[in-house]
Every structure is written in C-alpha cells, then in structure tokens.
C-alpha cells in the first residue's frame, strides 16, 4: 500500500533531469557523496557536542539552551547540505534504493532525529534559564533527548555506509 503513494514520488525523482544528468556523469556521485558526507560531519559534530552538554561532559560554563543556540547554524547547514546532496543520490538511484532495507531504516531515523532535534531546538528557545538552576528532572529530560538524538543520527550514518554494502 505504501508503494502506491511512493512509486509517483519515486519515479518522478528517478526521471528528473537532474537524476539523468547525475547517471550519466562521471564524477557527480563522488563529488555528491563528499558533499552529503561534509554535512554528516557538520550535523554530527554539533549533535555530538550538545549530546555531551546534555551529559554535562563539556561546556560546563553554559547552559544547554545556549549551547543548542549556538550549534544551531552548524547544525542546521549541515542537514540542509546532507538533505540536499541525499536527495540528488537517492534520485539518480532512487528505483534501487527505495528497495533497499538499510534505505528504509536511514529514512526512517532520519525522520525520527528530525523531530527529536527539533522538540530539542523547541525547548532550547522555551527554556533560557541556565540548566544549573533548573531541577533535576531537566537534566534529566535534556540527557535523555541529547542521548536520543545523538543515537538517533549516528543511526543515520551507520545506516546510510551499510547501503553501500548490501
């Protein structure tokens, strides 16, 4: 059933001009796929620094909020970049990957690390207190949501590398 509503989006995306030119390329899926591994690096690298102020590991200094705050544009450019450049790869192969179990899986996190990065960036807007004096169940709440979202996109990368391999 769920072919039925993907198979328009999937063919469109696989017919486009910009997925014929990719195809027939020789370098625009290597020179994609640094791209898309350069945002990875980017929306890592700032999840993981949240995740290890959430865990008062680093940044002791700050509150969570503005560490959230300020890693933002990091993280953000960083998941513009790896949307944009995994869109342009999934369609120049998009009738071979939408089969693809590990797709599904990346897909499915990656939707799911959406949505738990932005109840984070929501509560970091609500909240601006510094975390020090809140009580310890935002501690709690924020370790919990930076540990989920830091799983949640380093399950998107492992995902997206074992693609390559199955």
Not at 155 to 166: E, M, P
Request: contains cysteine; glycine residues 10%.
């Amino acid at each position: 059933m769920l072919w039925l509503v993907l198979e328009p989006m999937v063919m469109w995306a696989y017919n486009s001009a910009a997925a014929q030119w990719i195809r027939a390329s020789t370098w625009a899926v290597a020179i994609l796929e640094v791209l898309h591994l350069f945002g990875l690096i980017f929306l890592l690298g700032s999840v993981l620094m949240i995740g290890l102020r959430c865990f008062r590991i680093i940044l002791h200094r700050d509150g969570v909020e503005q560490v959230v705050r300020s890693w933002a544009p990091t993280m953000l450019g960083g998941l513009v970049l790896m949307t944009v450049t995994g869109g342009l790869i999934f369609s120049s192969g998009a009738t071979k990957y939408v089969d693809s179990r590990s797709f599904q899986v990346k897909m499915s996190l990656y939707f799911m690390a959406i949505v738990v990065q932005g109840v984070i960036y929501a509560l970091a807007l609500l909240k601006r207190d510094e975390d020090r004096s809140l009580g310890p169940a935002w501690m709690v709440i924020w370790m919990v949501m930076g540990g989920l979202a830091t799983l949640l996109w380093f399950g998107v990368g492992i995902a997206g590398r074992v693609i390559a391999f199955i």
